[in-house]
């Protein structure tokens, strides 16, 4: 790759869009982390808020240090492990589901046509519900099922919150995230697209919804010490600091507050608990090894050490086979 190539690759990146996304999620993070110091602060000053935003003993902990050596890594390597885009899921599961469902019913033109203004609005709606609900029962099962929780303690591990943790996912857990991610909504796009023709998400300002998805929910401020509620609109939005919940290591936290943007998933199934006003937690994992989650090789090599482990004695178990004994470990 010559210099052209590289500076063009920047100047994609650097796109109209993700420059002005990129701005709102700054200036949210700046407006959460103002009003969360103007609620705490006994008196007022530039210094304080300052320590209070960036404090230093979250910046130098040795979690803040793996976020960010994770953080660089990660996106240093991800264009090389060509994980597909969620996208290439959903629209692999919406073709099948079009193809399957015409066939059944016969349908082989848009029932409804060119799309207008209210199909718009009700398409988005409905693609959101399906993203919201497919990320709400893979996030279930991570926490269930010992095989997906070894890839998810890796998010689980961080024991400050920096914003950046919020990238604190396995390559590996990405993809089969992204693989799920396009069931639900592949779904319910494949049957949209029997109703309309083209359908096209709602964009707001110039935004893609899913952009401003991002946004309301705040993903990066959830994954920081500001305790931002919403006050009513928790009953429909999860908050940052209802999210901040589910990484609590008290043990009346565990297993709650799974949503990503919609609360009202986690109030339907039972696992909403809802925190005191400006609770503090304490984040982390309570495993023995949770110091060895605080480097590369913990983040990246261990969890793929501990799900061969388990697959060993998965499949040594359905053998018949004893398992070696631990006496001395």
């Not at 991610?181 to 998400?201: H, K, M, R, T, Y």
């Not at 609590?248 to 909403?272: C, I, M, Q």
Request: hydrophobic letters at 45%; a positive charge; glycine letters at 6%.
């Amino acid at each position: 790759m010559d210099v052209a190539d590289f500076i063009q690759r920047i100047a994609a990146k650097l796109s109209g869009e993700n420059l002005l996304a990129a701005g709102l999620l700054f200036a949210t993070a700046l407006i959460c982390a103002l009003i969360a110091y103007l609620r705490t602060a006994e008196k007022y000053s530039f210094a304080e808020f300052f320590e209070f935003t960036l404090p230093r003993e979250v910046l130098t902990h040795p979690s803040a240090r793996a976020d960010l050596l994770f953080y660089i890594t990660r996106k240093a390597i991800m264009p090389f492990l060509l994980i597909p885009a969620g996208v290439t899921f959903v629209v692999a599961v919406g073709y099948a589901t079009n193809r399957v469902l015409g066939a059944l019913f016969g349908i082989d033109q848009p029932i409804l046509g060119e799309p207008g203004p209210v199909t718009v609005v009700v398409f988005t709606a409905t693609m959101l519900l399906a993203y919201d609900l497919s990320y709400y029962l893979y996030h279930t099962a991570q926490h269930r099922y010992p095989f997906l929780w070894e890839l998810h303690k890796v998010h689980h591990s961080a024991e400050v919150m920096v914003g950046i943790t919020k990238d604190r996912v396995h390559p590996l857990d990405e993809l089969m995230n992204r693989a799920w991610d396009g069931v639900i909504p592949g779904i319910c796009f494949g049957i949209w697209s029997l109703l309309a023709l083209n359908p096209v998400e709602l964009t707001v300002f110039g935004l893609n919804v899913y952009i401003m998805r991002n946004i309301l929910m705040m993903d990066f401020v959830r994954h920081t010490h500001f305790k931002i509620s919403f006050g009513r609109l928790n009953t429909i939005i999860l908050c940052p600091h209802w999210h901040q919940l589910h990484h609590s290591t008290a043990p009346e936290h565990y297993d709650k507050n799974f949503g990503l943007l919609f609360s009202f998933w986690d109030r339907v199934f039972g696992t909403l608990c809802i925190p005191k006003p400006n609770e503090d937690f304490k984040f982390g994992l309570v495993d023995r090894d949770v110091a060895d989650y605080q480097s590369l090789s913990g983040l990246y090599v261990l969890p793929l050490k501990k799900m061969g482990r388990r697959i060993a004695r998965q499949v040594r178990r359905l053998r018949g086979v004893p398992a070696r004994s631990r006496s001395g470990a």
